[in-house]
Each structure stands twice: as structure tokens, then as C-alpha cells.
């Protein structure tokens, strides 16, 4: 199976930092990946396919990149309704395995 | 408009049985791969299975192989999730996630769950 390894687990930020989130499989995924965005109580949604590609509706200020064994989700500005749990998957073979989330925090 | 619906869940007994369900409505069901995704209380997301649109691929998480069937009825646009041999490990909120393909095989390449339901809780005690 293939491993995902996000870091940090948590991070503390503030209204407008630029923030990385780093997402690492154990075995090439190829382009293979995808970032969602949970908050408390509510179902994760899709903000990037296929490493890069923003889903429809998601705000401008996410973007993600990386192919292979590495990739970073990246949101330029943070907005209050950022603060969340983010977590990578890779699509590119069964099981499909997340990473363990981060959880993005206000400080 | 675009929705999944999850029924079903409840508190069950180890070793005791349950079927989800999950309803979708407002996009050509049969047009794409469906996914289950479990959710343990205060813990991360664990992917559980997925079937190809037509239902004639499946793949399963190696927690739930040879417990759980996933399953699809394309002519009423619903998607089940038989479990058996419940574990209290198998406690969670239960997704019902529809990827952006179908899943043609091989390989087994997904792209990603751009819908997700509600989520129905099953909650596996004695």
C-alpha cells in the first residue's frame, strides 16, 4: 500500500499568512493526487485534482503542485473560513490512502 | 441539485450485520465511479471501497476485504454498502463520495470525490 505522510500535522496561522501544507507518498503516484478541506462537524470537500487542478468552485487562492513523491497545497492569503483540517489522497492505486490531516489553526 | 444521501447506520452488536444506502440525485448516476469513506470518531479519513460505474470493478480497503460488498443498482441510482463481521474498529461516520471518473480498469486510476454525502453513523457495541 502507499503511504501518505502530510506535515505539518498542526499549524497555527494568522488572517493572511501564506501557508504550505507538504504531502509525501512512499512510492511514485505519478500527478495522482488530491486535497480536501474538512471542518468540524461537516464533510470533507475537494479543493485540488490531479496535484493541480483547482475544482470548480474552490476560491483562487488555493493551488497545489508536485508530482512523483512530493507535493504542496499552498493557499496564497489565508481567510478566517480557511481554518480547517486538510488532507491528501492519492487516486493513482488501491487502497486510496489519505494522509493524516493538518490542522490548520488560527493563532 | 447534485446530492448523495446516506441511511442506514445505527448501533449494532460485534459480529452482527448492516446495509447502507446512499441515494443519489441530480447527476447521471451510472456515469461514474462511487466511493465509501469511513471517518472513526476524532480520527482522519480512511478510504473503504470503490466500484467502477458499470459495477464490474471493485476494490476494497485490506480493514474490510472479505466483510464488507459494495455494490450499485445503476436503475435506481443508489449505492450499498453490505457489512458483515462488524468490529467495534468499524465505528465511524460512513461517506458516500462520487469520484470524477468511472474507473476503467486497468488501472484502477481515480480522480478524485467531488461530492460527498452527510454521512450516516454506524456505531459497532455491545
Known amino acids: 500500500d502507499i503511504r501518505m505522510t502530510q506535515s505539518p500535522s498542526s499549524l497555527s496561522a494568522s488572517v493572511g499568512d501564506r501557508v504550505t501544507i507538504t504531502c509525501r507518498a512512499s512510492?511514485?503516484?505519478?500527478?495522482?493526487l488530491n486535497w480536501y478541506q474538512q471542518k468540524p462537524g461537516k464533510a470533507p470537500k475537494l479543493l485540488i485534482y490531479?496535484?493541480?487542478s483547482l475544482q470548480s468552485g474552490a476560491p483562487s487562492r488555493f493551488s497545489g503542485s508536485g508530482s512523483g513523491t512530493d507535493f504542496t497545497l499552498t493557499v496564497s492569503s489565508l481567510q478566517p473560513e480557511d481554518f480547517a483540517t486538510y488532507y491528501c489522497?492519492?487516486?493513482?492505486?488501491?487502497?486510496?490512502?489519505f494522509g493524516q490531516g493538518t490542522k490548520l489553526e488560527i493563532k | 441539485q447534485v446530492q448523495l444521501v446516506e441511511s442506514g447506520g445505527g448501533v449494532v452488536q460485534p459480529g452482527r450485520s448492516l446495509r447502507l444506502s446512499c441515494a443519489a440525485s441530480?447527476?447521471?448516476?451510472?456515469?461514474?465511479?462511487m466511493h465509501w469513506v469511513r471517518q472513526a470518531p476524532g480520527k482522519g479519513l480512511e478510504w473503504v471501497a470503490v466500484?467502477?460505474?458499470?459495477?464490474?470493478?471493485?476494490y476494497y480497503a485490506d480493514s474490510v476485504k472479505g466483510r464488507f460488498t459494495i455494490s450499485r443498482d445503476n436503475s435506481k441510482s443508489t449505492l450499498y454498502l453490505q457489512m458483515k463481521s462488524l468490529r467495534a474498529e468499524d465505528t465511524a461516520l460512513y461517506y458516500c463520495?462520487?469520484?470524477?471518473?468511472?474507473?476503467?480498469?486497468?488501472?484502477?486510476?481515480?480522480?478524485?470525490?467531488?461530492?460527498w454525502g452527510q454521512g450516516t453513523t454506524v456505531t459497532v457495541s455491545s
Open positions: 463520495t462520487r469520484d470524477r471518473g468511472i474507473l476503467v480498469v486497468p488501472p484502477a486510476i481515480g480522480y478524485g470525490m467531488d461530492v
Open positions: 466500484i467502477s460505474y458499470d459495477g464490474n470493478n471493485i
Open positions: 512510492q511514485s503516484i505519478r500527478n495522482y
Open positions: 490531479s496535484a493541480s
Open positions: 441530480g447527476f447521471t448516476f451510472s456515469s461514474y465511479a
Open positions: 489522497q492519492q487516486s493513482y492505486s488501491t487502497p486510496y490512502t
